[in-house]
């Protein structure tokens, strides 16, 4: 069974969801989650399109639900 903290995350973060996070130069990237997915050790991810049209796999800690998608 799942703990109440993953469910809690998949469930925040669904499929289309507009997001943003931070390059490694400190620049805010936006984008929409395309899927989602688990890695063998359990870690929730999210393969996001970014705005800029690059597919990106993070983990889904690393982004943010943006309030205000363009």
Do not use: C, Y
Request: charged share 10%; net charge neutral.
């Amino acid at each position: 069974m799942a703990a109440a903290s993953t469910i809690l995350a998949m469930n925040s973060m669904p499929v289309g969801s507009h997001v943003f996070f931070w390059d490694t130069r400190g620049q805010v990237i936006k984008g929409v989650i395309q899927s989602t997915t688990r890695t063998a050790e359990g870690s929730l991810m999210v393969v996001i399109n970014s705005d800029a049209g690059r597919t990106i796999t993070l983990p889904v800690a690393a982004v943010t639900l943006d309030p205000n998608p363009s």
